[in-house]
């Protein structure tokens, strides 16, 4: 009997094969229980939210909390009608848009079009240090600077207003606009850009009759999730906002919003198995809704409109 001679080469193969082996049913099986533990995650919350909000409509009607402008749960006759808060919430919202998309569009467009390599390299690091900015720093930007400069050039403008923490929800929101914009427009092919060039064009025709529209699915996903950043948003709004709700179109006074309320019971004297309490759940959950379906338009928007080249 003969022993069978195998080379260096031969037995690293059959070592590699081995491993490469263990790794294939071992990695399938820690990513598959990560992506389980994230579904619970969401179940679970899903399910705390939902029970809870049963809970509230159990005492408190479901039409008064629908279909009542009212939001007053600390007084003796207490008062739940959500609208209140959702005005809050899209005042802010519509403000922030408002700055956000020009401004966001317009660095999108000049570093996917006009910018040179080493302009990019330098502008896009700083927009990426913006939205990393921890939310409270910019509440008390809001609240210590922006507020008093507003009211320097508004008198009439109170210390808590819906157009300073607006404005600066719209500031934070700007990184996610110009990013995904940006990798929206750099996807169009270049030969799009060079025939247009090619017809007479001029370059700022290109970008916004070519590249703009060509880029539409990604802007609009990009606009959709920033209003549904902004509608989240919680810190800035707690401290430059107000804690008032109200159902007036006024920007000039204190409102609140659906997160503002959140953090003014979650942190108060709120007891527990009370009404109050209980209300942040249902106020919680209508935020989630908002949120979702905010999340699902971005989507079909990315889906009917995407551009195959």
Request: glycine share 8%.
């Amino acid at each position: 009997m003969t022993n069978q001679k195998i080379s260096v080469s031969e037995m690293i193969a059959q070592n590699n094969a081995k491993k490469k082996g263990i790794s294939d049913k071992i990695v399938p099986i820690i990513l598959g229980i990560i992506a389980i533990f994230s579904i619970l995650a969401t179940v679970g919350i899903i399910v705390t939210l939902l029970t809870e909000t049963i809970t509230f409509f159990t005492r408190v009607p479901i039409t008064e909390f629908l279909f009542t402008k009212d939001w007053n749960p600390f007084s003796s006759t207490p008062q739940y009608g959500i609208w209140a808060l959702i005005l809050g919430t899209l005042k802010i919202t519509a403000i922030a848009t408002f700055v956000a998309v020009p401004i966001g569009l317009g660095a999108a467009l000049y570093l996917s079009e006009y910018a040179s390599t080493r302009v990019r390299k330098i502008i896009k690091p700083i927009l990426e240090i913006l939205s990393g900015i921890p939310t409270i720093v910019f509440g008390f930007f809001a609240l210590t600077f922006v507020t008093p400069v507003l009211r320097s050039i508004f008198p009439e403008l109170g210390s808590f207003n819906s157009v300073s923490p607006g404005i600066v929800v719209g500031v934070m929101i700007i990184p996610l606009i110009s990013s995904m914009s940006e990798d929206a427009m750099s996807s169009v092919p270049n030969k799009m850009r060079e025939g247009a060039l090619g017809l007479g064009a001029t370059k700022f025709e290109v970008a916004i009759k070519v590249v703009l529209p060509a880029a539409t699915s990604g802007i609009m996903a990009s606009i959709v999730l920033a209003i549904s950043r902004a509608i989240g948003e919680t810190m800035i709004v707690s401290l430059a906002a107000g804690s008032t709700p109200t159902s007036s179109l006024d920007l000039t006074g204190s409102i609140q919003t659906m997160t503002g309320y959140i953090v003014q019971v979650a942190t108060g004297d709120a007891t527990f198995g009370s009404d109050i309490y209980y209300s942040i759940y249902a106020v919680g959950f209508t935020l989630f809704l908002f949120t979702l379906v905010m999340n699902l338009i971005s989507q079909w928007i990315t889906k009917r409109f995407r551009e195959e080249y």
